[in-house]
């Protein structure tokens, strides 16, 4: 019987228990209410519902990397990634969101995605017996992120205001710890949230491209 792509934390391709999967889904949806009620969150809320949304993207990243790995297409795929940050920034104006706040974000996001792909590529390259056998359409995957993205994007524009403060840094390590053992990540997704989260904080930030 041909072996289907089931992850565990304990390889690198952990996925997220359903117990889990059930609990991020409701902080998720209780976290994330109209951007005019954000006062009412308390602020570390606000980033753990960022850093939540951002792992669960980097989950999305399993299933791309098993697609390209069996197609043999390549990781990058700049066409993708200019219609995400095309998207997203269109939305941002939409929602009275900074686009380069969101753009910067989103760039993080793609690059975090990507280092989670080849460190996925590479230890099946040296682990053949591990990789995959089927995975879902690309078309698939990418309408699973672009849901990501819309809950991303409001998170966003939730916690916007917090991430030029200077507790932004504190709060978003907080936040990302606890979206690790929400999501149950292993290490190689550990330090794809990290990347994922390294410009949230304006303070952080790399200058605009």
Same mark, same amino acid.
């Given at each position: 019987m041909?072996?289907? /792509?089931r992850?565990?934390?304990?390889?690198? !391709?952990?996925?997220?228990?359903a117990?889990?999967?059930?609990?991020? @889904?409701? %902080?998720?949806?209780?976290a994330?209410?109209?951007?005019?009620?954000?006062?009412?969150?308390p602020p570390?809320?606000?980033?753990?519902? *960022? =850093?939540?949304?951002?792992?669960?993207?980097?989950?999305?990243?399993?299933d *791309?990397a098993? $697609?390209?790995?069996?197609?043999?297409?390549?990781? %990058?795929d700049?066409a993708?990634?200019?219609?995400?940050l095309?998207?997203?920034?269109e939305a941002?104006?939409?929602?009275?969101i900074?686009? #380069?706040?969101v753009?910067?974000?989103?760039?993080?996001?793609?690059?975090?995605?990507?280092?989670?792909?080849?460190?996925? /590529?590479?230890?099946? /390259?040296?682990?053949?017996?591990?990789?995959?056998?089927? @995975?879902?359409? #690309?078309?698939?995957?990418? =309408?699973?992120?672009?849901?990501?993205?819309t809950?991303?994007?409001?998170?966003?524009g !939730?916690?916007?205001? #917090? *991430?030029?403060?200077?507790?932004?840094? +504190?709060?978003?390590?907080?936040?990302?710890a606890?979206a690790?053992? $929400? #999501?149950?990540?292993?290490?190689?997704h550990? +330090?794809?949230l990290? +990347? =994922?989260? @390294?410009? %949230?904080? $304006?303070?952080?930030? =790399?200058?605009? +491209?």
């Amino acid at each position: 019987m041909a072996r289907t /792509h089931r992850p565990s934390r304990r390889g690198p !391709r952990g996925r997220v228990p359903a117990l889990a999967a059930v609990t991020v @889904a409701a %902080v998720l949806t209780s976290a994330l209410p109209a951007q005019s009620q954000a006062a009412a969150d308390p602020p570390e809320q606000l980033l753990t519902a *960022l =850093a939540l949304a951002a792992g669960e993207r980097l989950r999305a990243a399993d299933d *791309l990397a098993a $697609a390209t790995w069996l197609s043999a297409q390549p990781v %990058v795929d700049p066409a993708r990634e200019q219609h995400v940050l095309d998207a997203m920034d269109e939305a941002a104006v939409r929602r009275d969101i900074d686009p #380069l706040t969101v753009r910067r974000i989103f760039r993080d996001q793609i690059a975090a995605g990507t280092y989670v792909q080849r460190q996925l /590529h590479a230890h099946w /390259h040296h682990f053949p017996d591990e990789a995959p056998t089927t @995975a879902p359409e #690309l078309s698939e995957v990418h =309408a699973r992120v672009d849901a990501i993205d819309t809950r991303l994007l409001a998170a966003i524009g !939730r916690a916007e205001e #917090l *991430l030029d403060e200077p507790e932004c840094g +504190r709060l978003r390590d907080r936040a990302r710890a606890t979206a690790i053992d $929400a #999501l149950d990540l292993d290490p190689g997704h550990a +330090r794809g949230l990290r +990347r =994922a989260l @390294a410009g %949230v904080c $304006a303070a952080d930030a =790399a200058p605009p +491209r």
